[in-house]
């Protein structure tokens, strides 16, 4: 009876040792699955295929825009997790069309530029004119004076750039003296050029409505981004007339036509197309908590883009790493311990606009946020990690960043407590609410000169290799978030804070709800 007894509590001793066990190999089992999945079946490529070639830009108001929300809703869906379009607001509604930009005089070139958005279209038809530049005045009389000869012409506002060759290619192969001379030359044009505005009394943002005012049938601009071929697009200042960004290779060849007397002429013709006023959304996706419901753990990525390219690093690769993740932690981890939410943000591009509404519209997932992760800069694997000026945040993301294999965060660095976002990404939304919004700061690949807005933001700019690693990194501190015991304190370090860009000290940035009605005036 004793040596029964005794093998019992044996036996019993085993099993729980055994269960003890398994709970941790099920806690390694969720991380090392993922992972194993992500690098052998990773549906990074095809779902970038499909939102970026398939669908294309995501221009707040656009019918593209729509039809990328439906398709994530689709998607989620596909993979039993609950997802809707949630509306916050309105905005002007602008499709755009077939473009033709030719120059047929003084000889025949078809020109490379894009219309920018929410430019006016020329209505079916091809509009011709001469081109001219703006001239240098001595002041808004001469310049009012000037104003009537705009009529019936296209006119050219923006700096004509010396070199379309990047400065590290300067770098590379020019002589030294060479190279100042030409930063120099450039650094007084730009100079010229802001006081030519200046002296109109106008601003870059003013002037084409005044240009339009007085006849000009045309703006022609161009906003360089310091790289090989690419160029900034963002939107339209004009009502009445198209404006078109010409590269800097064309632009500069019209501009020195122009300016040598040449009277060049351009044939313009876009096919844009207002669409009256459009609902705005975001798509949010739920995977509901089992022990912690009314905590949340948010994935966050803004899913609008300009749209001189087809946005695909901004911010197509951090919605592409929060879809992902959501599929990885719903098939391995269905049932976590906190909600987990995924939101796809609209309208981050013209002010953080929809995170700021979810914010404003969910103060239930604001006070019980364990943290929100955002990523918004582009392919390069995640790099940076700062605390956003939480008193905790050292203590939580450490903990949690110590599930991550070495292997895929050994180029990663974090500085605690750090300062609050005051802007620039979504994470903001939250941080300003004072809730842990986190950005994953990600590796440039020249991501601010080649793709941050321009019209070389496309598929094949993705380091997918890289996508891969913030994918697990993102859905792994996603988990460990989750699991965690302790609930993430929103505790914030006492300002003022210096601008890390500025050196200005500045508060905690305020809250603000987002434009519910945008392009509307």
Same mark, same amino acid.
């Given at each position: 009876?004793?040596?029964?007894?005794?093998?019992?509590?044996?036996?019993?001793?085993?099993?729980?040792?055994?269960?003890?066990?398994?709970?941790?190999?099920?806690?390694?089992?969720?991380?090392?699955?993922?992972?194993?999945?992500?690098?052998?079946?990773?549906?990074?490529?095809?779902?970038?295929?499909?939102?970026?070639?398939?669908?294309?830009?995501? &221009?707040?108001?656009?019918?593209?825009?729509?039809?990328?929300?439906?398709?994530?809703?689709?998607?989620?869906?596909?993979?039993?997790?609950?997802?809707?379009?949630?509306?916050?607001?309105?905005?002007?509604?602008?499709?755009?069309?077939?473009?033709?930009?030719?120059?047929?005089?003084? *000889?025949?070139?078809?020109?490379?530029?894009?219309?920018?958005?929410?430019?006016?279209?020329?209505?079916?038809?091809?509009?011709?004119?001469?081109?001219?530049?703006?001239?240098?005045?001595?002041?808004?009389?001469?310049?009012?004076?000037?104003?009537?000869?705009?009529?019936?012409?296209?006119?050219?506002?923006?700096?004509?750039?010396?070199?379309?060759?990047?400065?590290?290619?300067?770098?590379?192969?020019?002589?030294?003296?060479?190279?100042?001379?030409?930063?120099?030359?450039?650094?007084?044009?730009?100079?010229?050029?802001?006081?030519?505005?200046?002296?109109?009394? #106008?601003?870059?943002?003013?002037?084409?409505?005044?240009?339009?005012?007085?006849?000009?049938?045309?703006?022609?601009?161009?906003?360089?981004?310091?790289?090989?071929?690419?160029?900034?697009?963002?939107?339209?200042?004009?009502?009445?007339?198209?404006?078109?960004?010409?590269?800097?290779?064309?632009?500069?060849?019209?501009?020195?036509?122009?300016?040598?007397?040449?009277?060049?002429?351009?044939?313009?013709?876009?096919?844009?197309?207002?669409?009256?006023?459009?609902?705005? #959304?975001?798509?949010?996706?739920?995977?509901?908590?089992?022990?912690?419901?009314?905590?949340?753990? @948010?994935?966050?990525?803004? #899913?609008?883009?300009?749209?001189?390219?087809?946005?695909? /690093?901004?911010?197509? /690769?951090?919605?592409?790493?929060?879809?992902?993740?959501?599929?990885?932690?719903?098939?391995?981890?269905?049932?976590?311990?906190?909600?987990?939410?995924?939101?796809?943000?609209?309208?981050?591009?013209?002010?953080?606009?929809?995170?700021?509404?979810?914010?404003?519209?969910?103060?239930?997932?604001?006070?019980?946020?364990?943290?929100?992760?955002?990523?918004?800069?582009?392919?390069?694997?995640?790099?940076?990690?700062?605390?956003?000026?939480? @008193?905790?945040?050292?203590?939580?993301?450490?903990?949690? &960043?110590?599930?991550?294999?070495?292997?895929?965060?050994?180029?990663?660095?974090?500085?605690?407590?750090?300062?609050?976002?005051?802007?620039?990404?979504?994470?903001?939304?939250?941080?300003?609410?004072?809730?842990?919004?986190?950005?994953?700061?990600?590796?440039?690949?020249?991501?601010?000169?080649?793709?941050?807005?321009?019209?070389?933001?496309?598929?094949?700019?993705? @380091?997918?290799?890289?996508?891969?690693?913030?994918?697990?990194?993102?859905?792994?501190?996603?988990?460990?978030?989750?699991?965690?015991?302790?609930?993430?304190?929103?505790?914030?370090?006492?300002?003022?804070?210096?601008?890390?860009?500025?050196?200005?000290?500045?508060? *905690?940035?305020?809250?603000?709800?987002?434009?519910?009605?945008?392009?509307?005036?």
């Amino acid at each position: 009876m004793l040596y029964l007894k005794l093998r019992q509590k044996k036996w019993l001793l085993i099993a729980g040792f055994s269960f003890i066990g398994s709970g941790i190999f099920a806690q390694k089992s969720v991380i090392d699955q993922m992972i194993q999945e992500e690098y052998k079946d990773s549906q990074l490529p095809l779902l970038g295929h499909e939102l970026l070639d398939g669908i294309g830009s995501r &221009l707040v108001g656009s019918p593209q825009m729509k039809k990328a929300h439906d398709w994530a809703v689709a998607k989620y869906a596909s993979w039993d997790i609950s997802a809707k379009n949630e509306q916050w607001g309105v905005w002007r509604g602008w499709e755009r069309g077939i473009s033709h930009i030719d120059m047929t005089a003084p *000889w025949v070139r078809s020109l490379e530029g894009t219309q920018l958005a929410w430019s006016p279209s020329t209505k079916g038809k091809t509009i011709h004119g001469e081109v001219i530049i703006l001239p240098h005045f001595k002041d808004s009389i001469e310049f009012k004076a000037w104003l009537p000869k705009v009529k019936g012409k296209m006119v050219m506002i923006s700096y004509s750039q010396p070199t379309g060759r990047p400065d590290y290619n300067w770098e590379k192969f020019s002589l030294t003296p060479s190279f100042e001379k030409m930063k120099a030359e450039r650094k007084a044009g730009q100079e010229e050029w802001t006081e030519r505005i200046k002296a109109s009394g #106008f601003t870059a943002k003013t002037l084409p409505s005044i240009l339009e005012k007085s006849g000009a049938i045309a703006i022609l601009t161009n906003l360089w981004s310091q790289g090989f071929g690419v160029d900034k697009i963002f939107g339209a200042n004009t009502k009445l007339i198209p404006t078109v960004d010409l590269s800097l290779e064309d632009y500069g060849l019209v501009y020195r036509l122009a300016s040598s007397g040449n009277a060049p002429s351009l044939n313009i013709k876009t096919d844009s197309k207002e669409t009256g006023i459009q609902p705005t #959304f975001n798509t949010i996706a739920t995977i509901k908590g089992s022990e912690k419901p009314n905590e949340y753990v @948010v994935l966050s990525a803004h #899913f609008d883009s300009w749209d001189g390219a087809t946005g695909a /690093t901004d911010n197509g /690769t951090g919605t592409l790493v929060m879809m992902e993740a959501m599929r990885l932690l719903k098939k391995y981890y269905p049932h976590p311990k906190r909600t987990i939410i995924v939101g796809h943000w609209g309208s981050e591009e013209e002010g953080l606009n929809g995170s700021r509404s979810f914010v404003k519209d969910h103060p239930e997932v604001v006070e019980g946020l364990q943290v929100a992760l955002n990523q918004d800069n582009g392919t390069g694997r995640i790099v940076n990690i700062g605390g956003q000026g939480f @008193v905790q945040s050292e203590k939580f993301l450490t903990k949690w &960043l110590a599930a991550v294999p070495d292997t895929i965060k050994d180029t990663l660095h974090t500085s605690f407590p750090g300062t609050p976002s005051g802007g620039g990404s979504d994470n903001a939304s939250f941080v300003a609410a004072g809730a842990p919004g986190i950005s994953l700061g990600s590796l440039s690949w020249d991501y601010f000169s080649y793709t941050w807005h321009t019209n070389r933001d496309t598929y094949d700019k993705i @380091v997918f290799d890289d996508v891969k690693r913030n994918v697990l990194i993102t859905a792994i501190l996603a988990y460990e978030a989750s699991e965690d015991s302790e609930k993430f304190t929103h505790e914030k370090i006492a300002g003022p804070f210096k601008n890390g860009r500025n050196g200005k000290e500045e508060s *905690w940035p305020e809250a603000k709800d987002g434009i519910r009605k945008g392009g509307l005036d």
